[in-house]
Nanobody
């Protein structure tokens, strides 16, 4: 199986920064896209952005210029650097990865358990 574990969430004041990590482990041949989503109370889960296996990135308009996604392929880990945080960024942040496992010939999406980010005004 494959496990994704997020870390780095917490409470921060508006204008501050946080860095989230997402480490994938288990039976992994390769990982294609690694993505970050978030879900605020009473709202649907939304895509924050993603990084491809080749390192290209794409961001939601609401975070572009403030958030940066990167990855360390050797460690099967993705990062979400969040700067200039506002209370509107408060949410549970989830990572997702499209994983190729031995003996399975398609990529399967796995999800982490989520980490809370709270931005106080």
């Amino acid at each position: 199986q494959v496990q994704l574990v997020e870390s780095g969430g917490g409470l921060v004041q508006a204008g501050g920064a946080l860095r989230l990590s997402c480490a994938a482990s288990g039976s992994i041949l390769s990982i294609n896209n690694m993505a970050w989503y978030r879900q605020a109370p009473g709202k649907q889960r939304e895509l924050v952005g993603f990084v491809t296996g080749g390192g290209s990135t794409n961001y939601a308009a609401s975070v572009k210029g403030r958030f940066t996604i990167s990855r360390d392929n050797a460690k099967n880990t993705a990062f979400l650097q969040m700067n200039s945080l506002t209370p509107e960024d408060t949410a549970v942040y989830y990572c997702a990865a499209d994983v190729l496992r031995p003996g399975i010939f398609t990529f399967t999406r796995y999800w982490g358990q989520g980490t809370q980010v709270t931005v106080s005004s």
